[in-house]
């Protein structure tokens, strides 16, 4: 137990996370990685087995990077292009008219395709991500696993089979009352076919639900005191509803099925996405997975079981087949209902993941934009705990995630536009159809759906301030991305300037320190002086002048220097959607003659900026008031 008590019998604990997702287990473990005590409550009693999302982009791979977790996720993606590959096989086994090999692609948008020959890999916004770019291909239940036991090994105590029924907030915390769920209670287990039919949805029913869950509040059950409560328990929050937060957004007009399914006569069947009078199927790319989407409004009844004839029907529909379902082994049905909070922190509640913005799930950015949520939310909530946070920290947690978060919604909106059965819809996708099979256009989706292009709005010039920080090679063969594996931020010093390590005196004492300061070299870079890079990943800081492919590098008064040859640079689109569940593996090789300044001594003005942003980001230094 990580939990103590206070003045009577109620147990304390710092933070309470409603919700052992994906985005609940990530938050847990950053914040347990600062020292901060975490009680997670699950109304689950195992990881929903449920089909779900089977793929991340680049910012969510980095993640994983930095915490030391990609060895894990590189064997989840090893063998789900096993069972990929095993697909590809069956069907041309089966004599399948329409067999394609095994696609190297950039990801899709309303179902079409991206091809990764076409990805322009020399775009700026494809900085180096190294050994994240390779991961792409991992479902979110691998992902749930993994976090699960790291967040065991970090001391989180996750409690599974109890709810959180309702709360009351006051200036100094939280009371949270809980109590057993059903599942607990009977033994029974998660992710029966059907379950995962409420996710993203916002209805009657479930506020029902929801209302007597807390009209029943505390009775037969447990308080415990919280100094934050957080809530990641999905699409139908019970956090955010009881919190009042609104949530504005538009109506549903699909009704889509994703399933895993054993069926006869799937060799009729086209692979991959595809568009018909009456909607859109996608087949694999796994045997057996298959997903419709019908244009004739939200389900009647959300709750209920997917059973075999229905999604037998649906598919028949939409393909034009006779295809028959024997077996559905696990399905979902999902909307395009779309919604965001208008702030993500009311008082000490704050939302994260789907319980603050839900979408319909093309494209995949619904799982990736819940671990940003946590990543960006995690050391904030950490730094406000232990005392050290500047004022107005915790608000730039709303600041920075909700555009991210809006323009996926815009994003997932557009695709619905696209994916319509209609004349105009139609002849819109021709146009886009076009656009994605030019360099331009494919490099414009790729970047939007792998996430590179995303950047918060932070102080400074420098084009990487605000920018997720590049995996640089140190001269020493180190990477960058290895040493955020603790948690803190880092001062790194890149030249010769006894100035820069000394703005951290005060915040780099010890493991309890608020960032660490490491001197080294990257001959790749030589232009870069100094870079302060935030716990997220997100640089905050940094000097030097910016070299251009082909070009000289920027800053005046700088002496230029050429290094001869060409600089090679490999980089991987590594992007999964959750609805192909196929990852790219679009690897290209841009070479380019690269001007660049050698670093001196940083400038007054730049040590002033570098000061500004630790006391932004890190809070005044110890002994000094803030």
Not at 285 to 307: C, H, K, N, Y
Not at 555 to 582: N, P
Request: glycine fraction near 14%; charged fraction near 25%; include cysteine.
């Amino acid at each position: 137990m990580n939990m103590e008590t206070t003045g009577g019998t109620t147990p304390r604990t710092d933070v309470v996370i409603a919700g052992a997702g994906p985005v609940g287990l990530m938050l847990a473990c950053e914040l347990a990685l600062r020292g901060v005590r975490t009680v997670v409550l699950e109304r689950l009693t195992e990881v929903d087995e449920t089909i779900k999302a089977g793929g991340i982009n680049t910012p969510t791979a980095e993640a994983f990077y930095r915490r030391g977790l990609l060895p894990a996720l590189a064997a989840v993606q090893r063998e789900a292009f096993g069972r990929f590959h095993s697909f590809v096989r069956q069907r041309q086994a089966a004599g399948a008219s329409s067999v394609r090999p095994a696609p190297r692609f950039a990801g899709h948008f309303a179902g079409i395709m991206l091809r990764a020959e076409l990805l322009d890999t020399s775009d700026p916004d494809f900085h180096h991500a190294g050994p994240a770019d390779e991961v792409g291909f991992v479902a979110q239940q691998a992902l749930e696993r993994l976090l699960a036991e790291r967040a065991a090994g970090l001391g989180v105590e996750v409690r599974r089979g109890v709810e959180l029924t309702g709360f009351e907030a006051d200036a100094d915390g939280v009371t949270v009352h809980i109590r057993e769920t059903g599942e607990a209670r009977e033994g029974g287990k998660a992710g029966e076919i059907g379950r995962a039919g409420e996710i993203r949805e916002v209805g009657e029913a479930s506020e029902a639900k929801e209302a007597e869950a807390a009209e029943a509040g505390g009775a037969g059950g447990e308080e415990l005191r919280a100094g934050w409560l957080v809530g990641c328990d999905g699409g139908r929050s019970t956090v955010r509803r009881l919190a009042g937060f609104p949530f504005p957004g538009t109506d549903p007009e699909i009704t889509g099925r994703q399933a895993l399914v054993e069926m006869t006569g799937a060799d009729k069947l086209g692979m991959g996405w595809n568009e018909t009078d009456n909607g859109i199927y996608s087949h694999g790319p796994v045997p057996g997975r298959i997903l419709t989407v019908e244009f004739d409004g939200p389900p009647a009844d959300r709750s209920a079981p997917v059973t075999p004839e229905e999604v037998q029907a649906s598919l028949r529909k939409v393909s034009g087949t006779d295809v028959t379902v024997t077996k559905v082994n696990t399905a979902t049905r999902f909307t395009d209902n779309t919604r965001q909070v208008p702030e993500y922190r009311r008082g000490r509640v704050l939302l994260a993941g789907d319980a603050a913005h839900v979408h319909p799930p093309f494209g995949g950015q619904g799982l990736n934009l819940g671990i940003g949520d946590a990543m960006n939310l995690g050391w904030k909530l950490a730094a406000t705990v232990h005392g050290h946070a500047p004022d107005g920290l915790l608000d730039t947690y709303t600041a920075e995630r909700h555009p991210v978060g809006a323009w996926v919604l815009d994003w997932t909106r557009a695709q619905i536009a696209v994916m319509r059965p209609t004349p105009h819809s139609r002849a819109l996708r021709k146009v886009v159809t076009e656009l994605t099979g030019t360099v331009t256009g494919t490099t414009y989706f790729a970047k939007k759906i792998s996430g590179v292009w995303q950047r918060y709005d932070l102080p400074g010039d420098h084009p990487l301030t605000g920018r997720s920080v590049p995996d640089l090679v140190f001269a020493d063969g180190t990477r960058l991305g290895a040493q955020l594996e603790d948690g803190r931020g880092l001062l790194f010093v890149l030249t010769e300037d006894p100035g820069l390590a000394g703005r951290a005196a005060g915040y780099a004492d010890g493991y309890e320190g608020r960032l660490r300061v490491v001197t080294a070299r990257c001959p790749d870079r030589p232009e870069l002086a100094g870079l302060l890079v935030r716990p997220d990943g997100v640089v905050a800081w940094a000097a030097g002048t910016e070299a251009s492919p082909g070009g000289e590098a920027a800053g005046e008064g700088a002496a230029r220097t050429c290094t001869g040859g060409t600089a090679t640079a490999a980089r991987t689109a590594g992007t999964a959607t959750a609805t192909t569940r196929t990852a790219t593996a679009a690897t290209r090789t841009a070479t380019a003659t690269t001007c660049t300044a050698p670093a001196s001594a940083c400038t007054a003005d730049e040590l002033a900026a570098l000061e500004d942003a630790l006391r932004r980001w890190f809070g005044a230094p110890d002994g000094m008031a803030v």
